[in-house]
């Protein structure tokens, strides 16, 4: 039996789950879809796991996804497991999705052209589709060549909210915030 970490993480009140092995990433769910949904990825691995919660296996991995959503981070530094995906195409794909800038989007058409397969777009759209690191690998950043945003595994909306999140620049905080100055009247007096 292989350990499977799992961790939840709510994301403007979707709640999200992620699954680590001792390799590293290998599942991020849909908003508001159960665990279970790791099957549809991985469906021979269905009775190999033993899933287990450990807050000190998971804890760098939330970390991650706090600061990308505290806008501390663009992109994600954390291992992935590819062990469960063995379609080279779709290796080339999450390598090629990993590229795409934070707050920038490429077509479909483009991303088939970056793997230098340019008249695969419909397999390239497919390997999109199965990427199973939603959010960490930026699948949301692809979108269709007439400017629509397209389909995603999260749902349209959320698709729409992480390029919208993208885009938002971060409300700058002020370094020293200013502290009223007594008058000159107040100079002296205990308490102030």
């Not at 991020?28 to 296996?57: A, C, G, K, W």
């Not at 999260?154 to 007594?182: R, V």
Request: charged share 25%; glycine share 6%; with cysteine.
């Amino acid at each position: 039996m292989k350990k499977l970490y799992w961790q939840s993480l709510e994301i403007n009140q979707q709640t999200f789950y992620f699954t680590v092995t001792d390799k590293g990433l290998n599942f991020v769910s849909s908003p508001h879809r159960h665990i279970s949904e790791l099957f549809d990825f991985y469906p021979h691995d269905r009775y190999t796991y033993q899933f287990m919660y450990d807050e000190n296996v998971t804890g760098l991995y939330l970390d991650e996804f706090n600061e990308f959503f505290d806008k501390k981070r663009q992109s994600f530094d954390v291992p992935l497991d590819l062990s469960g995906i063995t379609n080279q195409l779709e290796l080339k794909v999450i390598d090629a999705l990993r590229e795409i800038p934070y707050g920038e989007t490429v077509t479909y058409k483009q991303l088939a052209e970056n793997i230098g397969k340019p008249k695969a777009i419909r397999a390239v759209a497919s390997a999109v589709a199965k990427n199973p690191f939603l959010i960490v690998v930026p699948c949301h950043r692809v979108v269709k060549a007439n400017g629509e945003i397209g389909e995603y595994r999260g749902g349209t909306d959320t698709k729409k909210a992480l390029l919208e999140f993208e885009k938002t620049p971060l409300e700058k905080q002020p370094l020293i915030k200013k502290i009223p100055l007594p008058k000159l009247s107040q100079l002296g007096r205990p308490g102030l």
